[in-house]
């Protein structure tokens, strides 16, 4: 299973769990506009004031250091983050 299709799943299933999600673009890059810094997360679900941020890997595929930056640096400031490498991953932390 590819990355983008355990992506359109987890949104699927944060949508129907009542989640309100944000796909987030920060390995994009259009006119020299980065949407958002280097390694942060692919995906933010918010319901009801818990926020997840959600990066979404390939079963066996590592996070970059600039993820592992990023990470780190969301836990630091009281975020809650996971990596997510299939819908079981995800269905278990909602």
């Known amino acids: ?10 949104i ?4 129907l769990s009542g989640y309100l999600v944000f796909r ?10 980065r949407p958002c810094p280097p390694g942060t997360p692919d995906l933010l679900a918010v319901k009801n004031g818990r926020v997840l941020w959600l990066e979404i890997k ?7 250091d600039t993820q592992q930056v990023m990470i780190a640096d ?9 990596v997510v490498s299939g ?8």
């Open 12 to 15: 699927e299933l944060l949508k």
């Open 24 to 33: 987030l673009n920060a390995g994009r890059q259009s006119n020299k506009v």
């Open 87 to 94: 819908i079981l991953d995800l269905q278990e932390m909602i």
């Open 58 to 64: 390939k079963p066996g595929e590592k996070l970059r």
């Open 1 to 10: 299973m590819t990355e983008g299709q355990i992506q359109k799943q987890a």
């Open 74 to 82: 969301l836990i630091h400031h009281g975020q809650e983050v996971a």
